[in-house]
């Protein structure tokens, strides 16, 4: 099975990734693992004064404080895992990425809000299972 594991080093990834390699019965070291890191983009503005390169290594930079740690953990647990990072908005280019990778499952923490703050404030689990066509396995 091809998982997608969406992070963003918050204390939801950390609960998300105890949830998995302490179920081996749903996730053994037989899956594929991707790991996504999702990075805001930059105002335009900011992109073109900042120019290009200079925005580019800041985005690398910024995913790699998140994926390193989340790498080593997995394989420190005996997960055979790759990593990536995209810059867009988080659910959107989850749920794209999930669709054109053909994963079979995507797995993040969620904050759980619940209904009225996912109004207010949005959220990007909610984003993820709307315009996700791949099962999402959300952990709290």
């Known amino acids: ?9 918050s204390a939801f990834t950390k609960k998300m990734l105890a949830y998995v390699t302490t179920h081996d019965e749903l996730f053994s070291a037989s899956n594929d693992y991707a790991v996504l890191s999702v990075q805001p983009g930059i ?3 900011a992109r073109a004064a900042l120019g290009k390169e200079v925005v580019d290594k800041y985005h690398a ?16 647990h005996g997960l055979p895992v790759s990593s990536s990072y995209k810059v867009g908005h988080a659910g959107e280019t989850i749920a794209k990425t999930a669709e054109s990778g053909k994963f079979d499952l995507v797995v993040m923490g969620s904050h759980g ?25 959300l952990v709290r």
């Not at 790699?64 to 997995?74: D, G, I, M, S, Y």
Request: contains cysteine; proline residues 8%; aromatic residues 2%.
């Open 113 to 137: 809000h619940g209904t009225l703050g996912n109004l207010v404030m949005g959220s990007v689990a909610t984003k993820v299972v709307a315009q996700c066509g791949v099962p999402v396995l």
């Open 61 to 76: 930079e910024e995913a790699e404080k998140v994926l390193a740690p989340v790498v080593k953990f997995l394989k420190r």
């Open 1 to 9: 099975m091809k998982i997608l594991l969406a992070v963003d080093g």
């Open 43 to 45: 105002p335009p503005r």
